[in-house]
């Protein structure tokens, strides 16, 4: 006679196994929201100089991080930032402990069904802003003029120089990417570049739309603004922008444009015009699936390029006996302005006794201020002195191995999309 399970316990065990994937699901949940938080309060840390901090707040989220690739880019690119301008090395083992996931492509990481599960639930919350897929109609925006007193503390854009023509009739708004060697004047050659952060990715001939302008943010970190010029917070390199319309303001150009990123999506934003590397002559909606990917990858290329060569740069500058001492200066200097900025938002609106106290301190700070300056004079003399009898010393990022696999996957993108 057959032994069989009872009915009831594989009713029991059908719940218990349930009710585990369940829990494990609720814990995934739990440290990605840990991740989301840590990052947010490490870009904060970031905008407050407040580096050392960044690392610490990072140090548990970058264990976790690879398990959500929606955040697994962000938690590096602020880790390598705060490393380089704390003045570590990034790449020591000391500075960048190893965790399990180590080496482990991010997309890979995701192994068990909990992270999986919430990792498919984040990533069709988000799809819509991921892709900006071109179902999506462009939005289109009443024309938006702000007076003198309100952009005088906003950042801004407009294409002031001649877009870059690309091989394939595609054009780039951002003439530092052109080669030099390219004529405008005759879209359908193209030269091979040696150097293909030089060189723009050609997408397929369509029908142009010579008022249209999409692209990516090639920061690792972008900002990206209101209509009223404060900062709303930051996407990763990557992320998708559909361009409405651009501005000139006194602080540089900005674009009013559609961002679609791993943070979600945001409408009728500005984003500096630095900070995006667009194609002109086409919507995003004329765009194909394949060709928005490529160019999200072409753009988190270009940014890791720009973290690399900047932690060089500043490998070489820890190397200045001065440098840190020139650090120290700036930062306290920093730290007076901030509070007299505060202190005299609130003298303005004070009155009294109150008004007078406030007085007296804006006066403190200002002649600390006064007694600061010669020491950063000083310093900041000795420490150009030294860079000056060490030359040698500067970084070569064309002999770096890191950066030369960087542009090797950069030309293979830009292959890809010449056939897109």
Known sequence: MSAQIPRYIKRFLITAVIEAILVLCLISAARLLYVRKAVENARKLTAESQYDRVIKELRLAQAWAP?????????????????????????????????????ISPLEKSLII????????FGMINKQANELPPQIAQPTTPSYSPDPAETASRPSITVSDPPYRGASGNSFSDTQHAPQN????????SSPASDPTQEPAAVAARPRNPNAMWGASIRTETDIFG?????LRSVPAGSLVSVHSTKQTPKG????????????????????????????GQAIVESTKEQRELVSKRARLLAQIETRTKAMETAAKGKNPYQEQYRSVLVEYKGINDQSVALN????????????????????????????????QDIKQKKEAWEQNNSATKPDPDTDPQIQNLKEQLRAVDAQLRNS
């Open 253 to 280: 150009e900005v674009v009013l444009c559609t961002v679609g990123s791993s943070q979600g999506r945001f409408d009728n934003v500005y984003i500096r015009r630095h900070d995006l590397e667009l194609y002109e």
């Open 227 to 231: 209509q009223d010029g404060k900062k």
């Open 67 to 103: 398990a959500y690739p929606a955040f697994a880019e962000t938690t590096r690119g602020l880790l390598a930032e705060a490393h380089t301008r704390a003045g570590n090395q990034p790449d020591s083992p000391a500075n960048e402990p190893r965790s399990f996931t180590s080496g």
């Open 114 to 121: 909990p992270d999986r599960v919430v990792n498919w639930l």
């Open 345 to 376: 938002k609130e003298w303005g609106s004070s009155t009294g006794s109150k008004r007078v106290d406030l007085g007296n301190k804006l006066r403190l700070l200002k002649n600390e201020q006064a007694n600061l300056m010669p020491r950063y």
């Open 182 to 189: 390219d004529s405008p004047s005759n879209p359908t050659e």
